[in-house]
């Protein structure tokens, strides 16, 4: 939901509105900054994150949590560290390289793939990679109206419907 399979992703991650939608990732390769950064003001860096992702999306309460959860700085390092662990090798376990190895290979079952059409984190042009990514056989992809990035929050009643109808069918 929202964040394409990986063979796809990579492939989008490659245009310049994606570059620029994904700049947050290249901040969080900097030492020190945004452990400084992202707590200032109330977490305002994480409530600007989710404006921009999920736009007109009224996250007052979910960054709350968010913040309350990356409060404790053995948190916030460790989510700026998954960010960091993507591009240092040296992070990488030998234990997981063949699930590694599996995210970059279409996914073994019929799957559904949502996606929000206002989602400004990952824009809506990668859906179609996902549905090429995808089983052709009882897969589907749908973009949900009117939601962002974070649309199992903005269209809950929608999404838990889609994924009911596809379980069902």
């Known amino acids: 939901m929202a964040v394409p399979p990986a063979a796809a992703l990579m492939g989008g991650m490659l245009s310049p509105t994606q570059v620029k939608r994904s700049w947050y990732i290249w901040f969080f390769q900097m030492a020190g900054l945004p452990e400084m950064v992202v707590p ?56 997981y390289a063949d699930a590694q190895a599996a995210t970059q290979l279409p996914t073994p079952q019929p799957t559904l793939y949502l996606h929000g059409a206002n989602d400004g984190c990952l824009g809506v042009e990668m859906v179609a990679a996902a549905a090429a990514a995808l089983p052709a056989q009882g897969s589907r992809v749908d973009v949900v109206p009117d939601a962002g990035h974070f649309l199992q929050l903005e269209r809950p009643a929608v999404v838990n419907q889609l994924v009911v109808d596809f379980l069902a069918g």
């Not at 007109?56 to 460790?78: E, R």
């Not at 700026?80 to 030998?94: E, I, Q, S």
């Open 40 to 95: 200032t003001d109330d977490f305002a860096f994480i409530a600007d994150l989710w404006a921009d992702w999920s736009p007109g999306y009224d996250a007052t309460t979910d960054v709350a949590a968010v913040a309350a959860a990356l409060g404790d700085p053995v948190n916030l390092a460790a989510a700026v560290g998954y960010y960091r662990a993507m591009f240092d090798p040296t992070k990488h376990l030998d234990t």
